[in-house]
């Protein structure tokens, strides 16, 4: 990020923790707790979900239910949970712009969130046309295994970085 481009995001964030929202969300003292409970949570009904699909694709657990199965009975947990994080996100950001926007561990948690996304409909898709898509061919199931395992490494990648934002220093 060039040095204009860093002026440029700390006026934004000067500009935005001066409007009267993100003052709401700084002076009313259980907002930001209370939010920031309720992203957490919503983490842990991704991972989990995330983790069941995946430890299935890997052959480790669920055996008794198909990928189709666990797809529709799992998948719009994660997608309902990342729609509560992007409104919980979003008004931590508004509430702390200066906290968030221009940390670098921030900037790559949200890269990894894309990813997710990104791994997770690259997993849906193909199981929404057809519910034995992943297990046709060995090479099929060979691309269901490393999509499970490197979307796990991700979403433990994110993780990390919510918590580490906190104990990142600015740029």
Not at 21 to 40: D, G, K
Not at 107 to 117: F, H, P
Not at 123 to 144: G, H, I, K, M
Not at 147 to 159: D, E, F, Q, R, T
Request: aromatic share 8%; net charge positive.
């Amino acid at each position: 990020m060039s040095e204009g481009d860093r002026v440029s995001l700390r006026e934004f964030c000067a500009w935005l923790e001066a409007t009267p929202l993100s003052l709401l969300i700084q002076t009313t003292t259980w907002v930001i707790p209370t939010v920031q409970t309720i992203h957490i949570v919503s983490i842990a009904v991704i991972v989990s979900s995330a983790l069941v699909v995946h430890l299935h694709t890997l052959g480790l657990a669920m055996h008794s239910q198909s990928s189709a199965q666990l797809a529709r009975r799992f998948l719009p947990w994660i997608w309902t949970a990342l729609g509560v994080l992007l409104l919980t996100g979003t008004i931590l950001i508004i509430g702390e712009p200066g906290r968030s926007l221009p940390n670098f561990v921030f900037q790559l948690k949200m890269v990894l969130v894309l990813v997710a996304v990104a791994l997770t409909l690259c997993y849906q898709q193909p199981l929404r046309r057809d519910p034995v898509f992943w297990n046709a061919s060995r090479t099929r199931r060979a691309s269901a295994n490393i999509i499970a395992v490197v979307s796990l490494c991700v979403w433990v990648g994110i993780v990390f970085a919510g918590r580490w934002i906190a104990y990142a220093i600015d740029g």
